[in-house]
């Protein structure tokens, strides 16, 4: 606890640091006796109560830092008396109310942090008056209204995140004068309209995430110019017409534009390739491929005729065409079929085994590689594991959740057609000594993965829960994409089931601590077993292999914030690098979402829409270094 004798402190004291220090209690308002103070940081405590008033009197205050506390109330108009203020950081707290107007008054700003609380005001168009602000993070909020258009007075902004939020109506075409912005993420919002043409002014742009929207329209040619653009994301919309090929457009996959059923463009994306307009041709030039083309019927048809006789008398010598994924999908596949793709389901193709079956490596015709997962049926669970990998993998769509192709279904055989994986597990990657991931490598993986969660938990018409989450269940494909695999023993929850009761295990040293203590499962179960995953993925250290009362999840926390190297992948960071404490701060932030994720307290455990948009900030910085 904060005593009210820290305000009794010399007055010129300049700093007050008491970072991630378990503090718990109020803010004593005596804290505004310290009239010289520069920078005051309480962030990473357990300080609750309301922001005190008295914090209006450090005039000179230019650092503000309270966040990952408990402070609640609403955020105080005295703290716009901070004429000199530079950054303010008050994310992760259970603040509520408006945005404060004042603080477009404040214009010695360049940082403001207010995410990941509940906020429910609209921006304020005073905003824009802040013409050095370099980074404004209000997102997970439940801010509402339209963007003002003030926001394109923001010069100097290189970093705008309003994710997550419940902002309407278009996106003002006033957006396109920011030409040093970096990273702008509108996410998750119910934003309308088309994407403005005037976006492709805003040269600066590295990552664009419009996703998760009701926007329509084109996608605008134009935006190829964006040569510094490595990220945009434009999934689940109402897009229609050509996706541009061009510019940075060369090196975007598929997946940052699915559920878009309208688009078309080149086959890398994975869409329809667009019609031809025949609107300008005239009626003259109709004619004439019309009359070529009954010309060419008249000569060729006994030709053919002929030809396919002849085919025909030779019947079977023919080789048969290579499938395609698509028409394996349309097809039954047979029992007989699978037993000859496999060579009989032999132990040389084995790639896997999972809780109810085996995977194995199949090649059909000689040329389509699969997976084919088939079910021990002498298992008690193998019947309903099989049926509920059915139902959820056939009925959700997404580019990190391994893609069921077909399926085979008899009384005493059943198999599962899946896409093939040629990389393999995370598991085999990250311990095998023939591999080896860097930190961003590492970063995509686990971000993929939570990106996976996020739509089982957020973007489901039910949400889903994965149920066991590890290391060995994320696979990844030629790309070094990851994808979520085995669910089992997934549940889909109702309406009215926010919790569940189930005897299904998870793996050792995922297990929840709630589990233990009456068999509940949740979404949050899937985000303590992610942190666990996050742990193991940038220490390189198993989670069963801590012995008594140690725990990975314990190494960890008693290691940081000041020893993170030793508890860090020493393949990771380079000792004598000249960004060695910049990687060190960004593993830092790893290892903290990951003890936010894996709290004990359910309530306490950061949701996988927050980590998605933690991590993708996070991902910035890495691409920074």
Sequence with gaps: MLPASSGNLTTSLSTFLAISCKIQGRIPDEVGNLSSLLDLDLSGNNLAGSIPTSIGNLRNLQGLFLSSNKLTGSIVDNICKLQCLDVINLTQNQLSGSHPNCLGKVTSLREIHLGSYKLSSNIPPRLGNLHDLVVLDLSSNNMVGS???EIGNLQAAKLIDLSMNQFSNGIPREIGGLQNLAHLSLRHNKLQGSIPESMSNMVGLEFLDLSYNNISGTIPKSLEKLQNLKYFNVSVYKLYGEIPSGGPFKNLTSHFFIHNEALCGSSRFSVP???TSSKHRSN???LVVLSLLLAIAVVFFPMTF??????????KSAPQQALSLSTVARERISRNELLQATDAF???????????GSVYKSVLRSVTVIAVKVFNLQLDMAFKSFDMECEILHSLRHRNLVKVITSCSNLDFKALV???MPNGSLDKYLYSHNYFLDIRQRLSIILDVACALEYLHHGCTSPVIYCDLKLSNVLLDEDMVAHLSDFGISKLLGEDESDLYTKTLETFGYIVPEYGLDGLVSTK???YSYGIMLLETFTRRKSNEFEGNLSLKQWVSYSLPDAVMEVVDANLVTPMGNHLQKELDVVASIMKLALDCCSESPARRTNMKDVVGMLQKIKIQILAL
């Design 147 to 149: 963007l003002p258009r």
């Design 273 to 275: 390739p667009c019609p």
């Design 284 to 286: 003259r030039k109709k």
């Design 306 to 315: 002929v030809l396919l006789w002849i085919r025909y008398r030779r019947g």
């Design 346 to 356: 032999s132990e040389s193709n084995l790639i896997g085994s999972g809780s109810f």
């Design 418 to 420: 899946l896409k093939y």
């Design 525 to 527: 179960c899937d985000v």
